[in-house]
């Protein structure tokens, strides 16, 4: 049987944050949910807080307490493997047998023409 480890994807592999079609900043693709689903108080702080139309840079965004803490915590828990104060998302998506395993990715410039095609 494999162990399971803690192993943040935006942490571990090229994929760091996302922007979802309400202009906010995410730690990753698989935040972008449902805006009616109940959110963690650290879920809701997050994004609450990360509308990318009221910051001059990303940067700014990530500077924030909230995202800091957010990010201290992940590495904490890869160093301990103590999930206990990560988000139940970041557990569903981040505990895995040792390898990471992304989905495909699919890059494309401004006029639509596919500039890089990377399975993870």
Not at 28 to 35: A, F, Q, T
Not at 91 to 106: P, Q, T
Not at 111 to 118: E, P, V, W, Y
Request: aromatic fraction near 8%; hydrophobic fraction near 30%.
């Amino acid at each position: 049987m494999t162990k399971k480890n803690f192993r943040p994807k935006c942490m571990v592999s090229n994929t760091h944050i996302a922007v979802n079609n309400r202009n906010q900043l995410l730690p990753c693709c698989y935040w972008d949910i449902n805006p009616r689903k109940k959110l963690e108080q650290v879920e809701h702080d997050i994004i609450s807080k990360s509308h990318i139309d009221k910051f001059d840079t990303i940067a700014d965004i990530l500077k924030q307490k909230v995202w800091v803490d957010f990010y201290k915590s992940l590495e904490h828990a890869e160093k301990t493997q103590d999930i206990t104060n990560v988000t139940q998302m970041c557990r569903k998506m981040c505990v895995d047998g040792g390898e990471a395993k992304f989905r495909k990715e699919e890059w494309f410039d401004n006029s639509g023409k596919k500039i890089a095609d990377i399975g993870k």
